[in-house]
């Protein structure tokens, strides 16, 4: 089977082609804005376009705007190509990377915007021990359980700590995506976003008295 995996939900952005869980090629860039122009050429400098059986997409949390388009495109890809589409948390895909090559307990740590933190803790077996929150940082460094934190924000939740925590400076990489579990994959394509959205709605006047 031909897997593609697809991940833009934070400022990286990659896309990559198995065949199986051996990896054909991909693409991975630190792009900050531009997703939404980078994305589908990227896919398309794959073998065979990335043409796939399975299509894997990160349903966040990051950026309310990653988060969509990796959607959207994964959408369009696997009804295009009658292809199977299912997501995965983006923190999780992290925890998988940092279990390489024994896995452990760890504390993942990512930006969540306005000075805030995305923060998980994953047990050494891959299970999530919470939920995802966005918290200021100090409000994460209490959050914190294990000894080893990882995450674009894991050297300066780290460094708030200052107890010698290990830190490893990673970002989300569809590159890894095979080391993903069945298990952690679902067809429900709801976004995890992780925090209320910026715009706030406006309540109707009420009348006067």
């Known amino acids: 089977m031909r897997v593609l995996a697809i991940d833009c939900a934070t400022e990286a952005c990659s896309a990559a082609l198995f065949e199986g869980t051996r990896l054909l090629d991909g693409r991975s860039e630190t792009l900050g804005r531009g997703h939404a122009e980078r994305l589908v050429p990227m896919i398309a400098e794959l073998p065979d376009h990335g043409r796939a059986d399975r299509i894997l997409v990160s349903l966040g949390p990051g950026s309310f705007t990653g988060v969509r388009i990796g959607l959207a495109a994964a959408r369009a890809l696997g009804l295009a190509w009658g292809a199977e589409v299912l997501g995965y948390p983006t923190l999780q895909l992290l925890a998988a990377r940092s279990w390489q090559p024994t896995p452990r307990a760890v504390t993942v740590c990512m930006n969540g915007g306005h000075g805030e933190f995305f923060i998980q803790n994953f047990a050494a077996d891959g299970s999530a021990q919470d939920d995802v ?16 934190i ?12 200052g107890d010698g925590r290990l830190a490893l400076d990673l970002v989300p990489d569809a590159n890894y995506a095979y080391l993903l579990h069945d298990s952690k994959l679902t067809p429900d394509l709801t976004p995890i976003y992780g925090r209320g959205p910026d715009a706030k709605i406006p309540q109707p006047r009420q009348p006067r008295a």
């Open 133 to 148: 929150q966005s918290l200021p940082p100090e409000a994460a460094a209490k959050a914190a359980r294990h000894g080893v």
């Open 150 to 161: 990882v995450g674009n924000r894991a050297q300066a939740l780290a460094d708030m700590l």
